[in-house]
């Protein structure tokens, strides 16, 4: 079925560097997508979002990074530090329309392991 | 202010009792969505709740799970006679508007419910 996955389960680097965590999608009806980062024993916290008429967004450290044509997602942190250790998951939005709209299909999660 | 709120934080039960889980979200917000998160996994959508319209539950995985919504505030989400498998953090979230709009949807800390 179609669904929203992960390329890599986990990412170390080093304070300081930047990271770039991805993200492929396969339901070209999706048309959001959302970035969450999850702390240990927290609920998701929202980092960015994009819609599908944008292929870029920026914002605090961070960027979103949009390839309709190989339906890809990457968030892109710069200047990693240890707070940002943490699972992130991409989330698609489907437009359906109707109650759909509620609906978060999220990936599998990436772990992000930050090292000072 | 003050996010999303559930109760309780930890619940353990023995196979075959029922359990209720609360969800206080933010004040204001007429959507509410219910999520779960398996051990490792990415969140699986199960509810949602937008203002007074029947809800979506779709991603409901039995006819053990229901969930309720009074006076489009507080929600409960029950599940009877708990099996091993529904062990997970469960994940409440409520967003300003729901159905129709691409918004932020905010977490609370989630419901770790572990089934004996």
């Known amino acids: 079925g179609e669904s929203v996955g992960l390329h890599l389960p986990t990412l170390s680097v080093q304070e300081g560097d930047n990271s770039i965590i991805n993200c492929a999608y396969s339901n070209s009806a999706s048309d959001y997508f959302i970035w969450y980062k999850q702390e240990s024993g927290k609920g998701p916290q929202f980092i960015i979002d994009?819609?599908?008429?944008?292929d870029k967004r920026q914002g605090q450290r961070v960027t979103v990074l949009l390839n309709k044509t190989v339906k890809h997602l990457s968030l892109q942190i710069a200047a990693t530090q240890p707070g940002d250790s943490a699972v992130y998951f991409c989330?698609?939005?489907?437009?359906?329309?109707?109650?759909?709209?509620?609906?978060?299909?999220f990936g599998q999660g990436t772990i992000l392991t930050v090292h000072p | 202010g003050a996010g999303v709120s559930q109760s309780p934080s930890n619940k353990v039960t023995e196979k075959g009792k029922d359990v209720e889980l609360r969800c206080d979200p933010i004040s204001g917000h007429t959507a509410l969505y219910w999520y779960r998160q398996s051990l490792g996994q990415g969140l699986e959508f199960l509810i949602y709740f937008q203002g007074n319209s029947a809800p979506d539950k779709s991603g409901l995985p039995s006819d053990r799970f229901s969930a309720e919504r009074t006076g489009g505030s507080v929600s409960t989400l029950t599940i009877q006679r708990t099996q091993q498998e529904d062990s997970a953090v469960y994940l409440c979230?409520?967003?300003?508007?729901?159905?129709?709009?691409?918004?932020?949807?905010?977490f609370g800390p989630g419901t770790r419910l572990l089934v004996l």
């Open positions: 979230a409520s967003s300003l508007m729901g159905a129709g709009f691409r918004e932020t949807q905010y």
């Open positions: 994009i819609r599908s008429n944008m």
């Open positions: 989330a698609e939005n489907k437009g359906a329309g109707g109650t759909s709209y509620g609906k978060l299909t």
